[in-house]
């Protein structure tokens, strides 16, 4: 959205929240005026996966703090805590929301310079040990202003374009509505799919199944009414013309025949590639060694190591594989096949696994606020549009449907 940005000057305070209003009164934002209590700590995690007893391990550990050896350096030599044990276990300030009821009830019990342990959760054992506290505090208006700016920005943008995307819904209802003319009143970009097919789209436009339904269907196709406004995403709409129809048609094998013949070759490349991965996994559970079956059939196994959800030196597919598997038992690992977009088959050893504290997964907590903010965003925009064609009073021509 184009528009000049200046954020309102007229705050308004209830309670706990700053509200802020636009010049017509109307409420642009929020903010909270207090900052909760804050910790700083270091922390040692014993995973359940640890040993055959953590308790005890956590215990040892403690018990080694409490003769004087230097937390840091017991942290990145015994922590499995992968985002914190290389700064010596040091997690920073945080508030109680950033931890599970059991970590933070022990926390914000200590004192300043307490030593605490073992704490048990869900995660397994932690030794922690509170390094300064910061009580909490009222904001500035200041301090939440770059905050509250991007927030108006959002809601602004998310009005207009609900506004722009409902005039052209007004306009296309209105007979001899034409593409070129509502663009240029309505300042939209008109651009050309040479292509758009069924089931695969376009490259411009993409493949939605809303949109493949609206261009397919009768009033688009055949009457060669404007079709939309659909949305692609939560930023951009689309209104769609058809300038010609094509018929399906059966090319001339002459034509065809490279890419049938290289279509056949990937197919049984495929299927043999499968074919010997299962081969791989039957004889792992008759008890043959992963490294053995692997070499066997010609593959080379990449080298054991922990990853997580988010990996992106590991294929999506094969991640996903991983995660679907159960735990394994009884130092037994688990094993399932994998397929690449490119048609590759892998097979997915999982020999290990182990959970991450909440409080050192502090980015995934960022990217689900994100999508939960976007949801919300886009659900608004829409039920602001249900609710507007619910209420509004709507003639039409019927000259318009002949």
């Known amino acids: 959205a184009n528009e000049t940005f200046l954020l309102p000057a007229e705050v308004g305070v209830h309670s706990?929240?700053?509200?802020?209003?636009?010049?017509?009164?109307?409420?642009?934002g929020s903010y909270h005026l207090l900052q909760p209590d804050r910790v700083k700590?270091?922390?040692?995690?014993?995973?359940?996966?640890?040993?055959?007893?953590?308790?005890?391990?956590?215990?040892?550990?403690?018990?080694?703090?409490?003769?004087?050896?230097?937390?840091?350096?017991?942290?990145?030599?015994?922590?499995?805590?992968?985002?914190?044990?290389?700064?010596?276990?040091?997690?920073?300030?945080?508030?109680?929301?950033?931890?599970v009821a059991p970590f933070a009830e022990a926390l914000f019990s200590m004192k300043e310079g307490e030593l605490r342990g073992p704490v048990k959760t869900e995660?397994?054992?932690?030794?922690?040990?509170?390094?300064?506290?910061?009580?909490?505090?009222?904001?500035?208006?200041?301090?939440?202003?770059?905050?509250?700016?991007?927030?108006?920005?959002?809601?602004?943008?998310?009005?207009?374009?609900?506004?722009?995307?409902?005039?052209?819904?007004?306009?296309?209802?209105?007979p001899g509505a034409d593409l070129a003319t509502i663009a240029k009143e309505l300042g939209l970009r008109i651009g050309?799919?040479?292509?758009?097919?069924?089931?695969?789209?376009?490259?411009?436009?993409?493949?939605?199944?809303?949109?493949?339904?609206?261009?397919?269907?009768?009033?688009?196709?055949?009457?060669?009414?404007?079709?939309?406004?659909?949305?692609?995403?939560?930023?951009?709409?689309?209104?769609?013309k058809v300038l010609?129809?094509?018929?399906?048609?059966?090319?001339?094998l002459a034509e065809v025949r490279t890419r049938v013949?290289?279509?056949?070759?990937?197919?049984?490349?495929?299927?043999?590639?499968?074919?010997a991965a299962e081969s791989v996994i039957k004889l792992?559970?008759?008890?043959?060694?992963?490294?053995?079956?692997?070499?066997?059939?010609?593959?080379?196994?990449t080298a054991a190591r922990f990853i997580d959800r988010r990996d992106p030196s590991v294929p999506a597919e094969i991640r996903a594989a991983a995660f679907e598997l159960a735990r394994p038992?009884?130092?037994?690992?688990?094993?399932?096949?994998?397929?690449?977009?490119s048609g590759d088959t892998a097979v997915v050893l999982v020999m290990q696994t182990r959970i991450l504290p909440s409080a050192a997964d502090a980015a995934l907590r960022a990217v689900r606020g994100q999508q939960l903010n976007a949801q919300q965003t886009q659900g608004t925009i829409s039920a602001y549009v249900e609710d507007l064609r619910s209420k509004a009073d709507v003639t039409k021509n019927p000259q318009a449907f002949q």
């Open 16 to 28: 706990e929240r700053g509200v802020v209003f636009d010049r017509q009164g109307r409420l642009r």
């Open 41 to 99: 700590l270091r922390m040692i995690w014993i995973s359940p996966e640890s040993g055959p007893n953590p308790e005890a391990t956590a215990k040892e550990v403690l018990g080694y703090v409490e003769q004087g050896l230097d937390f840091a350096a017991l942290a990145q030599k015994l922590s499995k805590d992968t985002g914190s044990a290389a700064s010596g276990g040091d997690l920073g300030f945080s508030d109680r929301s950033a931890f």
């Open 123 to 174: 995660f397994g054992y932690h030794v922690i040990r509170l390094e300064a506290i910061e009580g909490g505090r009222e904001k500035t208006f200041e301090e939440v202003r770059g905050e509250l700016e991007a927030q108006y920005r959002r809601d602004r943008i998310a009005d207009l374009f609900g506004e722009k995307q409902e005039t052209v819904q007004r306009r296309l209802e209105q």
């Open 192 to 240: 050309e799919s040479n292509t758009f097919l069924r089931t695969t789209g376009s490259a411009e436009l993409g493949n939605e199944a809303e949109l493949e339904k609206l261009v397919f269907s009768d009033a688009v196709l055949n009457q060669r009414r404007l079709g939309g406004p659909i949305a692609l995403g939560e930023d951009r709409f689309v209104v769609v």
């Open 244 to 252: 010609e129809h094509r018929k399906p048609t059966v090319p001339p």
């Open 261 to 275: 013949l290289e279509a056949a070759t990937t197919e049984r490349a495929v299927a043999e590639s499968k074919k």
């Open 284 to 301: 792992m559970t008759d008890g043959a060694a992963f490294e053995q079956m692997a070499k066997g059939v010609g593959a080379a196994p």
């Open 329 to 341: 038992q009884s130092g037994k690992p688990s094993a399932k096949l994998a397929t690449t977009p």
